[in-house]
């Protein structure tokens, strides 16, 4: 019997991408919230980075996002989230670390960090220029994504991946404060809605932040 437990926190996309993952492959896993920005020493212990998500796994502690989900892969390849042929592989990879570093850098850290992490965790007021800077970099992301889906069915080819768990992640996490705007690209939104469609993304869809209003009500909050 599988035994997992991930430390997370909701809207972090880099957990989201391993419960994803975790999902998709029928893995059981009870979710544990995390406050890592009060340094616990026991979580501490579990990944001295301080970081989420951590993932216990029959015994083994496991940590950072991506070696997470490729160790999933390795242990449990079905089914598959990975291709076989090595420069599919590649792309898989490329598409994760740009959403996982430029998308992160560009986007989300500028939007749902200064929106939310910064009032959970006490650290101030959203700083106005860094939400803008966050708006307006979207869309480029967005018009990015659109190009590769003008080309393929999914992000990285003619099969979902983990690339599409990566981006849907970052976006579904943005969605929850209403900062993506979907109208922008036909492509983009039909693809999303696929990959929101899948039953790996169920209890995702249910998360609720606390402080924070469901997304159905947050877009009437003036930042």
């Not at 992301?141 to 069915?153: G, I, K, N």
Request: aromatic letters at 12%; hydrophobic letters at 40%; glycine letters at 4%.
């Amino acid at each position: 019997m599988i035994t997992a437990e991930l430390y997370h926190v909701p809207l972090s996309p880099f957990c989201r991408k391993v419960r994803l993952s975790l999902a998709e492959k029928k893995i059981e896993c009870k979710l544990i919230e995390e406050r890592y920005w009060e340094k616990d020493t026991d979580f501490l212990r579990r990944n001295p980075a301080g970081k989420v998500p951590v993932l216990k796994l029959n015994g083994k502690v496991l940590a950072e996002s991506a070696a997470i989900c490729e160790y999933l892969e390795e242990i449990y390849p079905e089914p598959s989230l990975m291709p076989s042929d090595p420069m599919e592989r590649h792309e898989v990879r490329r598409l994760v670390f740009w959403f996982d570093d430029k998308f992160q850098h560009e986007v989300t850290s500028k939007l749902l960090y200064e929106r939310v992490n910064k009032k959970v965790t006490g650290q101030g007021f959203p700083d106005s220029k860094n939400v803008r800077a966050g708006l307006s970099a979207i869309k480029f992301h967005l018009d990015y994504m659109a190009w590769l889906l003008e080309h393929r069915r999914w992000l990285a080819g003619d099969r979902m991946t983990l690339a599409d768990f990566a981006a849907a992640a970052h976006l579904s996490s943005l969605d929850y404060i209403s900062d993506v705007d979907w109208n922008r690209s036909g492509a983009v939104k039909d693809w999303y809605a696929k990959v929101k469609s899948r039953p790996a993304f169920r209890n995702i869809l249910m998360d609720q932040v606390p402080g924070f209003l469901p997304p159905e009500h947050y877009a009437d909050l003036d930042f």
